[in-house]
């Protein structure tokens, strides 16, 4: 069991999945820093404010820091990529907020070929990259006949309870999150 920095956030990353962070608070200046000092990874997790007593997910992804950025409004800008998911057995809070979690690595889908009967959340996906070109821009390789690597992209986009994200991704496959997917799309 290892131990990562955990960045909680209200969406969240799955492995081969993309995400840009604009990084403000000092914690995660620091989380940067660190990380860039070692193998650039830390870890990814979904945060509910709401949701007393289980505030993180107890799903989560180690991520990798793939490029950085000055923006504009002078913030730090990283892209990562994600990796591993893990689960996480306890966490721990530093002086300045900053959690570090200890993890168990947890084993990644399989490739499945997409059905027929699954292809509408394909369709959709493409959609929306097509509607919002900034989000769709950030995967160089597409995978839409991977029914696995669909419905990790679905997850990261869709509004999903730290509950309901967990029981989807601790799944050994992705055949329950393509139910929820083609649920969520027929609302």
Not at 23 to 36: D, G, H, N
Not at 80 to 99: A, M, P
């Amino acid at each position: 069991m290892s131990e990562v920095m955990l960045f909680p956030l209200s969406s969240v990353v799955l492995p081969e999945g993309k995400m840009r962070l604009r990084i403000f608070e000092p914690r995660y200046k620091r989380l940067v820093s660190q990380a860039m000092q070692g193998e650039g990874t830390f870890g990814v997790c979904l945060f509910d404010r709401d949701n007393r007593g289980q505030e993180l997910s107890n799903v989560g992804t180690l991520a990798k820091i793939i490029d950085f950025e000055l923006l504009e409004d002078g913030l730090l800008g990283i892209s990562i990529t994600g990796l591993s998911k893990f689960k996480i057995q306890s966490v721990r809070v530093e002086y300045d907020g900053l959690r570090l979690a200890r993890i168990e690595t947890l084993p990644s889908w399989s490739a499945e070929e997409i059905e027929a009967n699954d292809m509408r959340i394909t369709t959709e996906l493409v959609r929306v990259y097509q509607q919002f070109p900034d989000l769709g821009e950030l995967y160089q390789q597409r995978f839409f006949d991977d029914a696995s690597w669909v419905s990790q992209r679905w997850l990261e986009l869709l509004p999903v309870t730290n509950q309901q994200f967990d029981e989807l991704t601790l799944q050994k496959n992705c055949h329950a999150a393509l139910s929820f997917i083609k649920k969520s799309l027929e609302s």
